[in-house]
């Protein structure tokens, strides 16, 4: 094995780098490149370890004597953090890469290549250890999880990509991500009500898919985005284990006043819900990662929300009958990431005519028009009055005591409110929606806004 510290232009992201050619102390040199497979190449990115002029990092790069038509595949390991491989001729010229901690290649014919390895920045410093094997091309066939293979894309592929069969042997999440250097990849996941497609999630130009699957048969696509890509790729599976702090599974059963962390991955998940007596159910999904949508089922139900709780967060508040229900939680991009889900379940007030502060009421919009109610102040102060509905876009109005207010979604989503200071007396309150369109249930608080 030879280790080789010499000048050498790559191009990353568009950007010359050049390797300078400082040579690291006590280095010696082998009179042969590395031939025999499979390698391991061993070494330490150090201060005194050849720079990269545009960006200051370091590198340091490995002769070997590679086939043509031959696939390889190097994997990196160690403390750098996503190190860059590349290969180039024996003239310097770009093979392949660069690519973060994982390189495959086929060069096209016989000769000596050189290996670099790059350090992620200037400031990054440590040992590394690259793996060096041969590969064969599996362009279809059976794969259960574990499986980390290489394929090739051909020259007009049918249907758009290479096809595999993924058998499920044990129920939960998997992860499947699709690699390459040379085309955008497209990854599909299709069988047992599964229909999922990616295109970036992998980072850059790959793919990565995130779905709960049953045991059974399913059907894997590896493709480009565009029907004449053609080149080599990685695809690999494994279970994936939940975050912690988790606790909520497709298909569970909710309780009222518990709250649950779920985690969403690319596909709506389904729970149940019982009540057992008549109330006002609110129901929330709250995540910083997702933009939350609900939906809700169940005896004379049938309501969705997207962002009523505020932001992208969503909340459905109606009142449901005694029964079972079902609650539908997604995102709005079909996105990955962590949510919160909690169903509580209140008494529920009719609104016939007056409301006070402290109390909260349900009323229903039957025609689209505005329903009147009237509200007493006793003491005079700052007060926060509060329509919210999951079925149509909250339009609030209060009258009295000189006083003219309106508001659409100042409550979040589609819901109003007012805050305002109010003198002692009566004040009528319009509770309706945007353009008088909407029909449904409606909440009514008011409460004290100090």
Same mark, same amino acid.
């Given at each position: ?21 400082? =040579? ?22 150090? $201060?005194?370890?050849? &720079? ?40 310097? +010229? ?11 290649? +086929?060069?096209? +014919? ?5 290996? #670099? ?14 793996? *060096? =094997?041969? @590969?064969?091309?599996?362009?279809? %066939?059976? /794969? ?5 293979? /290489? ?55 790959? #793919? ?11 059907? *894997? ?14 695809? $690999? ?9 988790? =606790?909520?599974?497709?298909? @569970? ?21 019982? &009540? ?13 990662? /997702? ?43 079909? %996105?990955?990431?962590?949510?919160? /889900? +909690?169903?509580?379940?209140?008494? #529920?007030?009719?609104?016939? %005519?007056?409301? @006070? ?5 349900? %009323? ?9 109610? &009237? ?13 919210? !509905? ?25 819901? #109003? ?13 319009? $509770? ?12 009514? !608080? &008011? $409460?004290? @806004?100090?």
């Amino acid at each position: 094995m030879r280790i080789t510290h010499r000048a050498i232009a790559l191009p990353l992201a568009g950007v010359a780098i050049l390797l300078s050619g400082c =040579n690291e102390p006590g280095a010696t040199a082998s009179s042969a490149p590395v031939k025999d497979m499979p390698a391991t190449l061993t070494g330490e990115l150090t $201060s005194q370890s050849p &720079v990269n002029l545009n960006d200051g990092s370091r590198n340091q790069s490995f002769d070997l004597q590679l086939k043509g038509g031959t696939l390889y595949r190097v994997t990196s390991s160690g403390s750098l953090q996503e190190p860059k491989l590349t290969l180039l001729s024996g003239d310097n +010229q770009l093979i392949d890469g660069p690519r973060t901690e994982q390189l495959f290649l +086929q060069p096209e +014919q016989d000769g000596v290549y050189r290996l #670099a390895i790059s350090a992620g920045s200037a400031r990054d410093f440590g040992p590394f250890r690259l793996e *060096l =094997n041969t @590969a064969e091309a599996v362009n279809g %066939g059976e /794969l259960e999880a574990g499986a980390d293979i /290489l394929g090739q894309l051909q020259p007009k592929t049918s249907s758009g990509g290479n096809r595999y069969t993924f058998k499920v042997s044990e129920s939960g999440p998997y992860e499947i991500v699709l690699r390459s250097g040379e085309f955008d990849a497209v990854l599909k996941l299709r069988g047992k009500g599964v229909n999922q497609t990616d295109d970036d999630s992998g980072g850059g130009t790959d #793919a990565r898919l995130l779905a709960t699957l049953q045991e059974g048969s399913y059907q *894997l696509i590896a493709g480009g985005i565009d029907s004449a890509d053609e080149g080599v790729y990685s695809l $690999s599976i494994k279970a994936w284990e939940l975050p912690e702090g988790v =606790n909520l599974a497709d298909g @569970a059963e909710l309780t009222l006043g518990e709250e649950y962390t779920g985690m969403m991955m690319g596909q709506p998940q389904t729970y149940t819900l019982t &009540v057992e007596q008549r109330g006002l159910l609110r129901l929330s999904m709250r995540s910083g990662d /997702l933009d939350s949508m609900l939906e809700l089922s169940g005896p004379g139900t049938n309501v969705s929300d997207d962002d009523s709780g505020g932001g992208v967060d969503a909340l459905i508040s109606t009142v449901v009958e005694p029964g079972t229900y079902r609650i539908k939680a997604n995102s709005y991009s079909n %996105g990955e990431g962590m949510f919160t /889900l +909690q169903a509580e379940l209140g008494e #529920a007030q009719m609104l016939e %005519g007056n409301i @006070a502060p402290g109390e909260s009421r349900i %009323g229903r919009l039957t025609s689209g028009g505005p329903v009147t109610s &009237v509200l007493t102040i006793s003491e005079p102060g700052h007060y926060r009055v509060t329509l919210s !509905s999951s079925q149509f876009d909250a339009m609030l109005g209060l009258e009295g005591q000189g006083l003219e207010e309106q508001d659409d979604d100042s409550a979040g989503g589609t819901n #109003a409110q007012l805050e305002l200071w109010l003198d002692a007396g009566e004040y009528h309150l319009t $509770s309706g929606s945007y353009g008088d369109e909407g029909t449904g249930s409606f909440e009514l !608080s &008011v $409460s004290s @806004a100090r």
